[in-house]
């Protein structure tokens, strides 16, 4: 850091006008629109920002090492607390990597329900990521409307699988509940009525003079730069470059359903409003799709493993018993799970949510690598921020949709 | 655009403040806590509990050591000692750290006699660390608690009896489903 201060130093003394100043302040960690606890080191001149340099790590769990000492079942509960607003999709994600790893085969019926959920885990995320950009930039009406339908995508969560946030619903090879046909017709009801809502915030937002200034032109990235800078999800789209995992390398169900892509022009805040928003209307529609095509049988393969998988039970025993003797390696050097390396990812809400599994034989991940595209999308950040205002960076930060607990992990 | 009719007329937020009139004549949604509550679904994830067993009286658990394998967060710890003369395991101490406990439910879904089961009882603060420390006998005190607000004669969890799994790979008690009788007929 201390280079680097001199650096810019040396840049902006050598300016001609006499009276420049830098100015440097840090925003964070504790603000309330760094959208949890990032700081950014901020230097500006007058209101313009010159130079910005994120910090991240307050956050940190050390969730990829803690990985490595658990098995592959057990780890599947962590990943709800990477992208916490949209926990289905980290869990789909990670059993997808899995059941590549051990060749399982879902179930359709396990698939669909996958599909399901994860859509409506993405409304939902949106629905957040809506109300607290809408807050930041000053309209308060979007943010209690956009809570008011969150919390009834939330029920149905809590209706599927008794949890609201932190769901573990998806598991290795399918679902872990089956779910009732009443859920799945009031989910179904709730559609139309969510689109009704989009045309609400739609009304109050897009034509909104305010918001228009706030967001056109603003943090505007061209599409190379967005590709060079690894941008993935919304915020690569909003850039006209049209990527998706969903429609690029087809998983779970999405190969049987009939959707868009919907991309933006000029790669401003204004374009990616428009295109989470009409993504939100597309997740809609798969939803619909979904239970309408949803087959019956079975959620969850037959070959999937247990969640008890296959630790060795003497240490535990002996734990228990109170005996003082040499337990024994926990975990034993058989081949349970095949060798290799693989990389998987999904299109979470966020972007490209990859998951890197490094397999020894063992039934613990030898390394999980997690690709966050939180932590890629806070790297953009200077690029988007800088020569703005600063009132304007707050408008940047919400537009990229970051979490910080994806980012640090 | 500024000298555009719609700019000058105050279109854009006239359509917006429309919106805003319409939703303050409808229902509000929200529920006032503490003297209103919702309805929680079947099988919230919530406060544990050892399943009281209406015959015998005690907890169900055989001390087989799935829940404290599976756990991610290794809350659960439990000591057995074995009976020489039925040769059956005799529990005897049975410890979650509620602290701990990430709330996913493997606990009771790899039970293979649906003996614990996470209630649907969200409201447990305490002023002390040493109250979240349930023991066999806390434990059994929260089913009690839960069953005394629960309206039905038969409970069940969702979690117990894995729909999801071919009956084939379910253990005989699973396949069956696990119901425990409340009141009335168990005596």
């Known amino acids: 850091m201390p280079e680097r201060k001199l650096q810019y130093k040396e840049e902006l003394f050598s300016t001609e006008d006499p009276f420049f100043t830098p100015f440097e302040i840090q925003m964070g960690p504790q603000h309330p629109s760094t959208h949890g606890v990032l700081k950014l080191r901020l230097v500006l001149e007058g209101e313009r920002i010159v130079d910005c340099e994120p910090e991240i790590g307050f956050l940190h769990r050390g969730l990829e090492k803690l990985a490595e000492s658990m098995s592959y079942t057990q780890v599947l509960p962590l990943t709800d607390r990477l992208d916490y607003i949209s926990a289905m999709n980290n869990n789909t994600g990670y059993a997808l990597a899995v059941e590549r790893l051990l060749g399982i085969e879902p179930p359709p019926r396990g698939k669909f329900l996958r599909t399901m959920v994860c859509e409506l ?289 | 655009m500024r000298l555009s009719p719609r700019h000058i007329l105050l279109v854009d937020l006239l359509k917006g403040l429309s919106i805003t009139l319409k939703t303050l004549f409808k229902k509000p949604v929200t529920v006032e806590y503490p003297r209103k509550r919702v309805q929680l679904y079947a099988s919230f994830r919530g406060r544990h509990a050892l399943v009281r067993d209406p015959v015998t009286g005690d907890a169900r658990c055989v001390a087989c050591l799935k829940c404290s394998q599976v756990c991610p967060s290794r809350c659960i710890s439990i000591k057995f000692e074995d009976d020489p003369e039925k040769g059956v395991r005799k529990l005897i101490s049975y410890v979650i750290e509620a602290l701990r406990c990430i709330y996913c439910g493997y606990c009771e879904e790899v039970c293979p006699v649906g003996a614990i089961v996470l209630t649907e009882w969200f409201e447990y603060s305490q002023s002390t660390r040493e109250a979240f420390l349930f023991d066999k006998e806390r434990l059994l005190q929260n089913w009690d608690a839960f069953v005394k607000t629960f309206e039905g004669k038969v409970y069940t969890n969702k979690f117990w009896n894995l729909r999801g799994v071919p009956e084939s790979l379910k253990p005989v008690f699973k396949r069956e489903g696990i119901d425990v009788k409340l009141r009335g007929e168990a005596s």
């Open chain 1, 121 to 409: 885990a993405r409304v939902a995320s949106h629905l957040l990521w809506l109300a607290t950009h809408a807050l930041d930039i000053g309209a308060m009406t979007v943010f209690l409307y956009c809570f008011r339908e969150r919390e009834k995508i939330l029920d149905f969560f809590e209706d599927i699988c008794g949890a609201r946030l932190t769901v573990s619903y998806p598991k290795i090879g399918g679902v872990r509940l089956d779910v009732e046909m009443g859920t799945l017709e009031r989910i179904y009801d709730f559609l139309p009525e969510m689109e009704k809502r989009l045309e609400e915030y739609e009304g109050l937002l897009s034509e909104n003079r305010i918001w228009l200034e706030r967001t056109r032109g603003v943090g505007v990235i061209s599409a190379e730069e967005a590709i060079a800078y690894g941008l993935t999800g919304p915020s690569l789209r909003g850039s006209g470059v049209e990527y998706d995992v969903r429609k690029h390398f087809p998983y779970d169900a999405y190969p049987d359903l009939d959707f868009e892509v919907p991309i933006g022009k000029n790669g401003d805040i204004y374009d990616r409003y428009l295109c989470r928003l009409k993504e939100m209307r597309q997740s809609l529609r798969i939803v619909k799709q979904c239970i309408e095509k949803m087959p019956s049988g079975p959620v969850c393969a037959e070959n999937s493993p247990d969640l008890d998988m296959l630790i060795s039970k003497r240490a535990p025993v002996a734990m228990a018993k109170g005996e003082i003797a040499f337990i024994g390696f926990p975990f034993e050097r058989v081949n349970l799970v095949p060798f290799g390396e693989l990389y998987s990812a999904v299109e979470g809400a966020k972007g490209e949510l990859g998951f890197y599994i490094v397999s020894d034989g063992t039934g613990k991940p030898y390394r999980l690598h997690i690709r966050a595209p939180s932590f890629v999308h806070i790297s953009a950040l200077p690029k988007l921020a800088k020569g703005h205002f600063l009132a304007d960076l707050v408008s940047i930060i919400g537009t990229l949709d970051i979490v910080m607990g994806e980012c640090d992990r």
